[in-house]
């Protein structure tokens, strides 16, 4: 007989989770360490107003050179990246507050795509109001709550902070949490 006939069905479930947990998280430390080198993949784009691939044209408009308008789409685009990984890993009880400069640097990238903007980050904070409006006071009112239970209770920040942690079972379901 071998091992896995010997194991219960649980033990071989946690076994298997275990095992797409050490993947997921391989891949998320992967990207996180390699950002250094997805950050400078501008570097590789030519230095034309046009540039042409296999896939697309793209007309740098604006910024005079393919090379100067993905230095722009990196310099935002990597941040968002690492800031979207922190957003669905993070169990803290503020990880909506992430949602802030989430909007922001997908503000900034949408500006960068839109040839007729003179200037790229010069006016995002009056279009990110509306969700500072729902986000910072929902925040407010969770940090609210939890001071109260703290001085009803007893109970450490610490513990309270893990009573507000979500812990999702898999990718999907913290997917689905934020939607």
Known sequence: MNNKQHLSKETQNFLQKDKKNLLLGSVIAT?????????????????TKVW?????????????????????????????????????????????????????????????????????????????????????PSVYLLRAKMFNKINEANKSLEELENEFKISPKNFWDRIKQYF
């Open 31 to 47: 990207i996180i360490a390699i950002s250094p080198y997805l950050y400078y993949l501008h570097e590789s784009v030519p230095d």
């Open 52 to 136: 042409d691939t296999f896939l697309f044209t793209y007309n740098s408009g604006y910024f005079g050179s393919a090379n100067n308008a993905m230095y722009f789409v990196f310099s935002k685009l990597i941040p968002l990246l690492l800031i979207f990984i922190w957003f669905f890993t993070c169990r803290h009880w503020w990880y909506h507050t992430l949602l802030v400069p989430i909007t922001m640097y997908l503000y900034q990238l949408f500006i960068i795509f839109n040839d007729d903007v003179n200037y790229v980050d010069e006016f995002q904070l009056f279009y990110m109001i509306p969700i500072m409006a729902i986000i910072i």
